[in-house]
T-cell receptor, first 111, second 112 residues
Framework: DAMVIQNPRYQVTQFGKPVTLSCSQTLNHNVMYWYQQKSSQAPKLLFHYYDKDFNNEADTPDNFQSRRPNTSFCFLDIRSPGLGDAAMYLC??????????FGPGTRLTVL | QKEVEQDPGPLSVPEGAIVSLNCTYSNSAFQYFMWYRQYSRKGPELLMYTYSSGNKEDGRFTAQVDKSSKYISLFIRDSQPSDSATYLCAMTRSQGAQKLVFGQGTRLTINP
C-alpha cells in the first residue's frame, strides 16, 4: 500500500563522500519534490520536477543535484556531503493540481 | 519576519482535552492551507487540506481559515495519546506544483 517509498531509511556517509538517496511512487503523480528537514525545523524545499522539467530553489546549494529517469523514480545526489548536510530528506509527490504526499524520509548522517 | 509563524510549543494536555493549534501568516496571496502530522522520525502525513476561508471537519479534526486575519487553526476533539506528534501548518498560493511554506511545527503530547 506504500505510495511514496524512500530508500534507504537511514544512510551514513563520510564527509565528502558522494551519496544518492532514492524515491519512488505508485501514485503516477506528475510532480516530485525533495525537501530537507533539520531537527525541530520545518521542511525546506530543495527542488522539484514537474514531469521532466527541473525546478531548483534559488538558495539550494550546487552540492545538491537531482535526477528523474521516469515518472516513478527520483534521486537526490549529494556530491560532497558536509557536516551541515546531516538531516532528514523527504520526498513528496503531487498531481499537477492538489495535495502533496510525503514519503517516510531518509535520515542522513555525515561522519 | 517569517512568512508563516507557528508556536513550537511544546504543548502538553490530558487525554480527552480539546487541542487548538494555530498559525499566522503574512502573505495574503496564500489560498490553500494544510495541516500535516509528523510522528518522530517519520514523514509528514496530510491531515487537512482547505481552500480560502471557512471550516472543514474530518472526524475529530476541524480546520479553520480566517483570511481576513491571516490566521489558521486546527482543533482536535477528544484527544488521544496517539495524537502525540508534531503538527505542521503549510500553505501555498495555488493548487499547482508550488512550494509549500511551512510553519515551524508544534510538538504536542497527550497524556493518558
Amino acid at each position: 500500500d506504500a505510495m511514496v517509498i524512500q530508500n534507504p531509511r537511514y544512510q551514513v556517509t563520510q564527509f565528502g563522500k558522494p551519496v544518492t538517496l532514492s524515491c519512488s511512487q505508485t501514485l503516477n503523480h506528475n510532480v516530485m519534490y525533495w525537501y530537507q528537514q533539520k531537527s525541530s525545523q520545518a521542511p525546506k524545499l530543495l527542488f522539484h520536477y514537474y514531469d521532466k522539467d527541473f525546478n531548483n530553489e534559488a538558495d539550494t546549494p550546487d552540492n545538491f543535484q537531482s535526477r528523474r529517469p521516469n515518472t516513478s523514480f527520483c534521486f537526490l545526489d549529494i556530491r560532497s556531503p558536509g557536516l551541515g548536510d546531516a538531516a532528514m530528506y523527504l520526498c513528496a509527490t503531487s498531481a499537477a493540481v492538489g495535495e502533496q504526499f510525503f514519503g517516510p524520509g531518509t535520515r542522513l548522517t555525515v561522519l | 519576519q517569517k512568512e508563516v509563524e507557528q508556536d513550537p510549543g511544546p504543548l502538553s494536555v490530558p487525554e480527552g482535552a480539546i487541542v487548538s493549534l494555530n498559525c499566522t501568516y503574512s502573505n495574503s496571496a496564500f489560498q490553500y492551507f494544510m495541516w500535516y502530522r509528523q510522528y518522530s522520525r517519520k514523514g509528514p502525513e496530510l491531515l487537512m487540506y482547505t481552500y480560502s476561508s471557512g471550516n472543514k471537519e474530518d472526524g475529530r479534526f476541524t480546520a479553520q481559515v480566517d483570511k481576513s486575519s491571516k490566521y489558521i487553526s486546527l482543533f482536535i476533539r477528544d484527544s488521544q495519546p496517539s495524537d502525540s506528534a508534531t503538527y505542521l501548518c503549510a500553505m501555498t498560493r495555488s493548487q499547482g506544483a508550488q512550494k509549500l511554506v511551512f510553519g515551524q511545527g508544534t510538538r504536542l503530547t497527550i497524556n493518558p
